[in-house]
């Protein structure tokens, strides 16, 4: 059983569309992420939810819209793609650095977005 | 603001050879986790080691471990006996707002 799962994989679309990348994770976890990963492979945060409550917002554009239904997902939907989109995306769930927990990052496997 | 700097975008080394990978951050915070993961050309994200700031004995794990230097917020991977499959991005990263260094490109040779 996978412990974080994104779908799709592999998004290949136009400039202009709008599409979806789902996140579940199955550990139980309150926290969850999403990152960016560019071209130059750095790792950017661009949203955290903790039980279904946005936490951290990074300087992301408004056309990237995070929506959490549980705590147990966290889908990213982007409007109106363009070129710079482009990317790895990462979702990745955590549990709170306290009581002994260390705060790791789960991660899915990422999925690589193309905008034509 | 929480920073994490990696300083060597790209390294190499022979098979079966030792190498460290640097790493330095700043943070405010008190109570703070350190770790090391591993990106592989398969993209997966893999935990490599990690390190409680609070405590002073190193963290190892098999033929990874690290040299953490609290005072001067600095956070090593030593990597020995290196093996063809630890070729990867490695990147520093750090709790509670978990932020990556920009990452070190291994390569091993054979």
């Known amino acids: 059983d996978t412990a974080v799962s994104q779908t799709p994989k592999y998004l290949v679309t136009q400039m202009g569309n709008d599409k979806s990348i789902k996140c579940e994770q199955n550990l139980g976890h309150d926290t969850m992420y999403w990152y960016k990963q560019d071209s130059k492979k750095f790792l950017k945060i661009m949203f955290s939810?903790?039980?279904?409550?946005?936490?951290i917002n990074e300087t992301v554009p408004n056309r990237f819209s995070p929506k959490s239904p549980d705590k147990a997902h966290l889908n990213l939907h982007i409007n109106s793609l363009e070129l710079g989109d482009s990317a790895v995306y990462f979702c990745a769930s955590s549990r709170p650095l306290a009581g002994g927990d260390t705060g790791e990052l789960f991660f899915g496997e990422g999925s690589r977005l193309t905008v034509l | 603001a929480q920073t994490v700097t990696q300083s060597q975008p790209e390294m190499s080394v022979q098979e079966a050879e030792t190498v460290t990978l640097s790493c330095t951050y700043d943070?405010?915070?008190?109570?703070?986790?350190l770790f090391w993961y591993k990106q592989p050309p398969s993209r997966q994200m893999i935990l490599v080691i990690r390190?409680?700031?609070?405590?002073?004995q190193n963290a190892t794990e098999n033929r990874f471990s690290v040299n953490f230097q609290k005072a001067a917020k600095s956070f090593s991977l030593k990597i020995s006996d290196s093996q063809l499959g630890d070729t990867a991005m490695y990147f520093c990263?750090?709790?509670?707002?978990?932020?990556f260094g920009t990452g070190t490109k291994l390569q091993v040779i054979p």
């Open positions: 943070t405010s915070e008190n109570n703070y986790y």
């Open positions: 990263a750090f709790t509670p707002k978990v932020t």
């Open positions: 939810y903790n039980n279904k409550e946005l936490i």
């Open positions: 390190q409680e700031a609070y405590k002073q």
